[in-house]
């Protein structure tokens, strides 16, 4: 089945731990993303990648960062987690014409830093 | 620059009635695509209209996309207790030296009564 796969789910943490939320298509998608969604704000991208080894900044980067070593995974990294981003984390793929194209969404990851 | 605002920001409406959702965006698009999400949940791509069609249909929905006014609108028709969620436009823009941009609104909170 296609799917984009993300984990942990559900992720309660503290403040400054470091934690990795992982992301993985079997599309082979060349292009993939990651959102936040907060009440009021909608979907914003964090990063995003266009291949292997090429990530970009979107418009909400600050206390992320991201890797793409592989096709199918693209795990997003807060090195030092605070309260602010307490959130809906959605990481998505997309094929053919690239990132404006359809994009296939994970189930997301609802994280909490207190 | 928020793009893609959706109008109403909710909407409750009886099993069988239509459903009506507009969305409004500032710049020029590549294409305009509509997304659902069940509360909670990853979104779902609905349907895809690119800059140079008008209208387009899949199942019971139906959208159309006016290019001259900046706006779109997604009509559920004969809708049911299910069709009961978040509905999300996003516009793709091209982006110089980069793969593009998916820009999401804020949504319309669809609740069908049955």
């Known amino acids: 089945e296609a799917q984009v796969t993300q984990n942990p789910r559900y992720l309660i943490t503290v403040t400054g731990k470091k934690l990795t939320v992982t992301c993985s298509q079997n599309m082979n998608h060349e292009y993939m993303s990651w959102y936040r969604q907060d009440p009021g704000l909608g979907l914003r991208q964090i990063y995003y990648s266009m291949n292997v080894e090429a990530t970009d900044k979107g418009d909400v980067p600050e206390g992320y960062k991201v890797s793409r070593k592989e096709k199918r995974n693209f795990p997003l990294i807060l090195e030092s987690p605070s309260p602010n981003q307490t959130s809906l984390y959605f990481c998505?793929?997309?094929?053919?014409?690239?990132?404006?194209?359809?994009?296939?969404f994970g189930p997301g990851t609802r994280l909490t830093v207190l | 620059s928020q793009q893609g605002e959706e109008d109403p920001q909710a909407l409750s409406i009886q099993e069988g009635e239509n459903a009506t959702m507009n969305c409004s965006y500032k710049?020029?698009?590549?294409?305009l695509q509509w997304y659902r999400q069940n509360s909670g949940r990853g979104l779902v791509h609905l349907i895809l209209?690119?800059?140079?069609?008008r209208e387009k249909h899949s199942g019971r929905l139906r959208v159309t996309l006016d290019t001259s006014k900046k706006s779109s609108s997604l009509l559920i028709t004969a809708s049911r207790a299910a069709d009961t969620a978040s509905y999300f436009c996003a516009t793709g823009q091209r982006v110089y030296n980069q793969g593009g941009k998916l820009i999401f609104g804020q949504g319309t909170e669809l609740s069908v009564k049955p």
């Open positions: 710049t020029s698009i590549n294409n």
């Open positions: 998505a793929s997309s094929g053919g014409r690239g990132l404006t194209d359809t994009q296939y």
């Open positions: 209209i690119r800059s140079n069609e």
